[in-house]
């Protein structure tokens, strides 16, 4: 899979809400005011989905929650059937992210550069996020658990250049089900003011024919309980 970079159209997202945010494990999350540490690990599907496309077909894989093609065409020719396809692919992507971030964390982020690298699609939202998958896996930091995508919807949708479009999604993230261990092996407590679920806004971005859809900008949004 190909991981091209290029310049960001939103990297003040970036870098106030990946940085802020999320490593599997300690999820970093700066909310108004004050940084917190967060426990939570993103992996698993969602259980249902929020956008108004039509209903997800069901599915033992990571892609169940994503809405099946708007054709029974593998090549959607209208411009609202090719919106439709590109949104329903850019919340299998996200799936497939939040699963490979959880398998990742549960073995103590090795690895993380090879299965991980492609799902960030500018340098700065690639940078950013190095920054904690590092840090974890120096730290021996470790998960159990995945979060879940309790429901998600696209909520913009735009050409960034021809053939390459650009989706951001609404997320509800579940982190209930995550336990967070360090290096000495001891569990890492929740912040007791940090809410278990807790909405998430995505941009991702098309990288062309041929390519995945990668993520380039992450905004969590701690005040907004789901």
Known sequence: MSNSFSTPLRVGAVVLGVIALVAVGLVVAYGPGEGRWIQGALGASPSESGSPEPSPSASPTTAEAVEPSP???????????????????????????????????????????????????????????????????????????????????????????????EVDLEACIDFGDVRTFGGDGEAVPRDASVPPRYMFTYSLRNQGEGNNWALIAEDPDLERAC
């Open 71 to 165: 054709s029974a065409s593998p090549s959607p020719s209208t411009a609202a059937q090719i919106k439709a396809k590109n949104i329903a692919d850019a919340k299998a992507r996200l799936v497939e992210y939040y699963a490979t971030l959880a398998a990742v964390a549960n073995d103590g982020y090795r690895g993380w550069e090879d299965k991980l690298g492609s799902f960030w699609g500018t340098s700065s939202s690639w940078w950013a996020m190095t920054q904690v998958y590092q840090s974890n896996r120096e730290s021996g930091t470790r998960t159990e658990g995945a979060a879940v995508i309790v429901s998600m919807r696209a909520t913009n949708y735009e050409p960034f250049t021809p053939g390459s479009e």
